[in-house]
């Protein structure tokens, strides 16, 4: 099967805060979902950043559609939006004003597809940010990564301020992206039903050690089990 | 490129547009006014106000998670640094523009304040040089001191063009004798140094930003 993203021993110390993200291996298959868990301070963002570059990773190797990502290879970065948990944009813009600089930024960028998102999330395009609940933010942060037609979405505890039918609104666009076959989500969430109701794959992520990759089909397993041997 | 531009510029504009209605209301007291030394500061806040407009932008980029997302756009880090040093050099020229605006207007209706023409050009020279120079002080200091100390690096750089600009022109007073040719030189030496150490400051700053982490 051919991976989208490939992490390969994946480690970066942080000498300050004695933290270590420590060999972090996995593969997210095209056309898959892969649920990213772990708890505050586990190395979900850490290894987020090491992905996206905005953290220069130790050691290990990163693939993305087959390539190292590097500063000049602006071309894969077409291919991947990103949402972030909280503000990820400055609140004195509009959404208007945002897809015109986006506009300028990716070449594949879809203004009335980004129109069609804001009138399905029912996001007011002439209203500054600052007046957004933090839902809306995160649904217009959902809306820009989907709107430049990218292969891969990396969602930072995404749907976090999101209220339960908005996520589930959410989580319905999200499985829409992967019905074709060349897109995937590394989605990194808090949220387990979630990630039960979407993710094929899920990480286990603890102290900055992976703990395990498995199907969501076994994981769903071992709890079952779990349950059945805490009811003996 | 054009969306990191289209970013600095709304970014800017609100400041800006408070910046310049401050400015007009100020310049309407200048023109009506005769007074050289009105005219020398209206020039001095006008050219370097709307670079501090400009340079003071940065720090909007890492209140929200902004500064962080565009170093997953489809971008260069190095596209990133050059943004800010042309939106500074942009609102360097609009400052220049609006305030040669008035002086014209002032030039129109009263004549030339200054006992000689080319002081103008001086003036004009030494605020240009002098927004060149905190742009070239603050750019790699923000990156290497972080946004928490934006503030008191932007007064810091303001000092320091102030503190470089009249270093220049005492130097330069010192070693020529006086005359127009002399005023002619020590601008151009002004308007050089300024351009030399603003293109040094982006060489630098982006080494700097090639580094940083989020």
């Not at chain 1, 095209?30 to 190395?43: D, Q, R, S, T």
Request: net charge neutral; hydrophobic share 50%.
């Amino acid at each position: 099967m051919e991976n989208i993203l490939e992490l390969q021993r994946v480690s970066k110390t942080f000498p300050k805060s004695n933290f270590t993200l420590e060999n972090v291996t996995f593969s997210l298959p095209y056309g898959a979902i892969l649920g990213f868990v772990g708890e505050n301070g586990a190395g979900k963002t850490t290894t987020i950043g090491c992905i996206l570059n905005t953290i220069t990773k130790d050691s290990g190797t990163i693939k993305l559609f087959g390539k190292e990502m590097l500063d000049a290879d602006t071309d894969i970065r077409e291919k991947i939006g990103v949402v972030y948990d909280g503000d990820n944009f400055p609140a004195y813009w509009t959404a208007t004003q945002l897809s015109k600089i986006m506009a300028g930024l990716y070449t594949q960028w879809d203004s009335p597809l980004f129109q069609k998102y804001l009138e399905d999330f029912h996001l007011p395009a002439k209203q500054k940010m600052k007046h957004y609940s933090r839902g809306m933010a995160m649904k217009l942060a959902i809306a820009v990564a989907l709107a430049h037609h990218p292969q891969l979405l990396i969602l930072d505890e995404a749907t976090g301020g999101l209220d339960p039918v908005m996520r589930d609104e959410m989580l319905d666009v999200f499985l829409e992206f992967v019905q074709e076959e060349n897109h995937s989500i590394l989605l990194s969430s808090h949220i387990t039903s979630d990630l039960e109701k979407v993710a094929d794959y899920i990480t286990f992520i603890h102290n900055g050690r992976l703990i395990m990759t498995v199907s969501k089909n076994i994981t769903m397993l071992l709890c079952a089990a779990r349950r059945a041997n805490s009811l003996r | 490129m054009k969306g990191l531009l289209k970013n600095n510029l709304y970014a800017t504009l609100s400041n800006a547009k408070v910046f310049s209605g401050v400015m007009i209301l100020f310049g309407i007291f200048v023109v009506a006014v005769i007074s050289q030394s009105l005219q020398i500061g209206y020039v001095m806040i006008g050219i370097i106000g709307f670079s501090v407009n400009a340079i003071a932008i940065t720090k909007n980029d890492y209140i929200s998670k902004w500064g962080k997302y565009k170093l997953t756009l489809p971008v260069k880090r190095i596209d990133i640094v050059k943004s800010l040093f042309l939106n500074q050099m942009i609102w360097l020229l609009v400052g220049t523009f609006f305030v040669g605006i008035e002086i014209s207007l002032s030039w129109l209706f009263h004549g030339c304040p200054f006992d000689q023409a080319i002081d103008v050009l001086t003036m004009f020279a030494l605020g240009v040089s002098m927004g060149l120079f905190m742009g070239a002080v603050f750019f790699p200091l923000f990156y290497i001191g972080g946004e928490e100390k934006s503030e008191v690096l932007l007064v810091i750089s303001l000092l320091c063009a102030f503190g470089i600009d009249f270093a220049i022109v005492s130097v330069v007073n010192d070693l020529l004798e006086p005359g127009i040719a002399s005023i002619m030189c020590g601008t151009l030496i002004l308007i050089i140094c300024s351009l030399l150490a603003f293109a040094l400051s982006y060489l630098l700053t982006a080494k700097i930003f090639k580094k940083k982490e989020y």
